[in-house]
């Protein structure tokens, strides 16, 4: 593996093309170190997605197997409180989810509260029924009419950290209060599908 070192790629460039610019040793720190930063940043950002290249086809190659067997994920997750082997978090590209929408951060943790109160502090799951009860009250988003229900949705379809947690919520789970450019959500999850 190739690593760059800013101060020589500096001084190859001004070997190489010799132009009437300043000389090096003269040159203000401020720009070299900005120039350096710079670099660095790029360099990072490159092995970051040669990482993300190996882990994504590492993933792929080991969810081919679970796969096999064929049809859904939803029923190797059904009844587990954690994600484990065979959850297909982050491998399915079908989540129906239950979401609650609001502007301010204070009224998606009052809903979070009631949540808390009500099934998540004794550690059971919310039950739908129930999630849309709470949707109905305090969801800004149209879909809270609905009780939150936004159906079956594809990878893709979302923006950002919604796909994000979605895709990443055990079925029966209620994810933490998160924010997105929307405003501030919980989803609740309700199956997975391939």
């Known amino acids: 593996m190739n690593t760059i070192n800013p101060r020589e790629s500096i001084l190859s460039f001004h070997s190489k093309h010799k132009t009437s610019g300043p000389n090096l040793n003269s040159t203000n720190p401020y720009l070299l170190l900005l120039f350096i930063i710079i670099i660095s940043c790029v360099y990072s950002f490159t092995q970051g997605f040669r990482e993300m290249g190996k882990d994504s086809k590492s993933k792929e190659a080991k969810g081919k197997g679970k796969q096999a067997g064929g049809g859904s994920d939803e029923s190797a997750s059904k009844g587990k409180g954690k994600a484990g082997k065979g959850d297909g978090l982050g491998t399915c590209t079908y989540v129906k ?12 943790n009052e809903a979070y509260k009631k949540l808390q109160d009500g099934w998540l502090s004794n550690g059971d799951k919310v039950p739908p029924a129930e999630f849309a009860k709470i949707a109905q009250e305090y969801s800004e988003c149209p879909s809270g009419k609905k009780g939150g229900d936004l159906g079956w949705f594809p990878r893709g379809k979302m923006a950002g950290p ?10 029966g789970a209620t994810s933490a209060p998160f924010k997105s450019t929307h405003g501030y959500h919980i989803i609740l999850c309700e199956g997975r599908k391939n």
């Not at 919604?162 to 079925?171: C, D, L, M, R, S």
Request: proline content about 0%; some cysteine; hydrophobic content about 45%.
């Open 97 to 108: 989810a239950r979401h609650i929408l609001c502007e301010k951060q204070g009224k998606i």
């Open 162 to 171: 919604f796909q994000e947690v979605a895709f990443n919520t055990v079925i």
